[in-house]
């Protein structure tokens, strides 16, 4: 057999882990083997599984995949702003299409452009649950609780890799620097698929608790962010219904992608997943929801559609009964203030580099729950329901519960996360009116390089009451991965492709609805056309986060649509409202392609030439 040096940063990056990954190796005495001081006791060993962790995504910064590379997000024209030294335009490049295969954008493979290494994060965990019976002063129970939170974080970080880049090669134990291989292939898909069950199933079916309790029984808030039994659940629930999605289930685009000994990687299609995916999405909702800790939340007017939204999202509110899952974020000024700072004003302090798109405003539905925008003409002006009551001319003539007199009539008369998601010329805000236009405040200035390149901010998970400029009042995130609510439509979404528009699809469809204010969905809906009205709800309910729009957008094969062609938003260079309320095209055109559906591996690991094949249409 042929030694080679062991592909994809599996061993070196991780003998060398930085600080910025984990601080464990400060612990090492000078001349002792690292990993055996790593295991030598319980502390030393818990610092290891706080390693684990520590590649966890954050996906509430600007410069996620989820944040800019889809359809939601856009920025102003490149090189234009400081925002561009402040957040990470690499996920923007993808969403100019500029991904490439030498040097990847958010590469998550190796690390590099904006991405983690996610190899270096699977072995770490390897390692540790390879080296975790060393410690003699750890408790048997602890240890094995410890076990099953390391295999559920290597089962989120194979899942991670395998929406970026299909079938992955899975890493059932740490790589020795000595390992002789001759191949390194990909898996095939639904082997991948089980992998990743078969972890959360054990964190299940074994000691991880359903949430972590002090011996009072109260919830122990200090163990926020740890794996739990809900996590597994959510997981495996996600897992399976991103395997029965069109993208990897009977794509035929991928039909023949297949290893270079000839195995191929996709299965025919399988329509009995979607079957899979609703199960497994139910069993999830009823064991979390039946443990009393979890559920929808809603605010202490549960009536105010927009109060029960917005608070799920708020710092001060975060940990709250819907949350399953979600990254801790740091506890500095800079990571308190940071995405606050992003969604500002650049009149308030900030740098306004968290824009909507106008496609995105287009599809929030009116407060009655009826839809404004039903279409674009050839020259993407929009065709408006006019039995909805959406207007596009003139201005409000007096204040509505949630928007001040005189602004755009187009902002009138919205559903409640409209307002709760969106800021906008003419919204108040932190004491005053927005004010997007040039000249204007927040608008673009000599004086400021930073501007609101669509006319609109993000408002969703703001906190009206930091004070941006001085830097006060911030408070410690939590970046949600699984929630309550996206489990619901995780399993409306399987549930009707599998059986059909039956009553457990209206029912957890309507009370996401319910809880945002709006009313049910109309009775008789086939199973298309409630296809439609669920990705609308996903697309609304979930929006700037986890990613769940960029990956929905990809896993139903819709991105070359929805990510294809020019954002638009407000006229902003407009000297007046009246002007500026008129929809213009934002900056540079996106391109997607079929190749962009997966991410490329670096090119330098496939020149090593270990058995490992090209995603597809990037060779």
């Keep these: 057999m042929k030694k080679i040096i062991i592909s994809i940063s599996l061993v070196i990056a991780a003998m060398l882990c930085s600080t910025s990954c984990s601080d464990y190796l400060d612990i090492v005495p000078e001349g002792t083997p690292s990993m055996d001081n790593a295991f030598s006791n319980r502390i030393n060993s818990f610092k290891f599984l706080h390693t684990c962790y520590s590649y966890l995504p ?27 030294q402040r957040i990470s335009l690499n996920a923007w490049e993808i969403g100019r299409g500029e991904q490439n295969n030498n040097d990847p954008y958010q590469n998550f493979w190796d690390g590099g452009n904006g991405g983690t290494n996610l190899w270096v994060a699977i072995r770490d965990c390897n390692i540790f649950l390879e080296n975790i019976n060393k410690p003699l002063d750890l408790q048997n129970y602890e240890r094995t609780r410890w076990i099953a939170e390391v295999k559920f ?82 997981l495996k629930a996600r897992v399976l219904l991103y395997a029965a999605s069109p993208l990897f289930n009977g794509n035929a685009d991928y039909a023949k992608f297949a290893n270079e000994d000839g195995t191929l990687l996709f299965a025919p299609k399988d329509d009995s997943k979607w079957g899979k995916a609703a199960a497994a999405a139910k069993e999830a909702i009823d064991k979390i929801e039946g443990s009393s800790y979890y559920g929808l939340y809603y605010s202490d007017e549960p009536d105010n559609g927009y109060r029960n939204y917005m608070e799920l999202f708020l710092p001060s509110k975060k940990w709250n009964k819907e949350y399953i899952f979600a990254r801790n974020q740091g506890t500095g000024y800079s990571d308190n203030i940071h995405q606050e700072k992003c969604m500002a004003a650049n009149g308030m302090g900030g740098w306004s580099g968290l824009c909507p798109t106008q496609e995105l405003v287009d599809a929030y539905e009116m407060a009655n729950g009826s839809t404004p925008i039903i279409g674009y003409n050839a020259d993407g002006t929009p065709i408006i329901n006019g ?73 969703k998970t703001a906190d009206e009451g930091v004070d941006v400029i001085n830097g006060k009042g911030g408070m410690k995130e939590a970046s949600i991965l699984f929630r309550v609510g996206s489990l619901y439509l995780d399993y409306a979404e399987a549930l009707n492709e599998a059986e059909g528009p039956v009553d457990d699809v209206y029912k957890y469809v309507d009370a996401i609805r319910k809880r945002a204010g709006l009313p049910g969905l109309a009775k008789g809906l086939d199973k298309d056309k409630m296809r439609e009205r669920i990705q609308h709800e996903r697309q609304i309910e979930l929006a700037f986060e986890a990613g769940h729009r960029y990956f929905d957008c990809h896993r139903w094969k819709i991105a070359e649509k929805t990510d294809n062609g020019y954002m638009h938003g407000m006229n902003i260079t407009a000297t007046n409202k009246v002007d500026y309320s008129k929809r213009s095209t934002v900056g540079d055109s996106r391109v997607f392609e079929k190749k962009h559906y997966l991410f490329p591996i670096p090119q330098s690991e496939m020149d090593k030439r270990i058995g490992l094949v090209q995603s597809p249409y990037w060779e």
């Design 387 to 459: 039995a909805s009551g959406y207007s596009e001319t003139g201005f409000a003539a007096t204040a509505g519960k949630h928007y001040p007199a005189g602004v755009y009539n187009m902002y009138v008369g919205r559903e409640p996360r409209f307002y709760a998601s969106i800021n906008f010329n003419g919204q108040q805000w932190r004491g005053r009116q927005l004010e997007f236009w040039q000249g204007g405040k927040d608008g673009i200035n000599v004086s400021k390089v930073d501007y609101c390149c669509t006319g609109y901010l993000l408002r």
């Design 153 to 234: 974080l290597k089962a989120y970080y194979h899942y991670y890799l395998f929406m970026l880049y299909g079938p992955i090669p899975i890493m059932d134990h740490a790589l020795k620097m000595d390992d002789e291989m001759t191949y390194f292939p990909r898996n095939t898909f639904d082997q991948c698929v089980d992998f990743i069950v078969s972890d959360c199933q054990y964190g299940i079916d074994g000691a991880l608790p359903m949430i972590y309790t002090n011996a009072s029984g109260t919830v122990a808030e200090s163990l926020y962010g740890r794996a739990t039994k809900a996590a597994a659940y959510a």
């Design 58 to 84: 954050s996906w509430d910064q600007g410069g996620s995949i989820g944040f800019l590379a889809g359809d939601e997000h856009w920025l102003m024209p490149k090189g234009t702003g400081f925002i561009d």
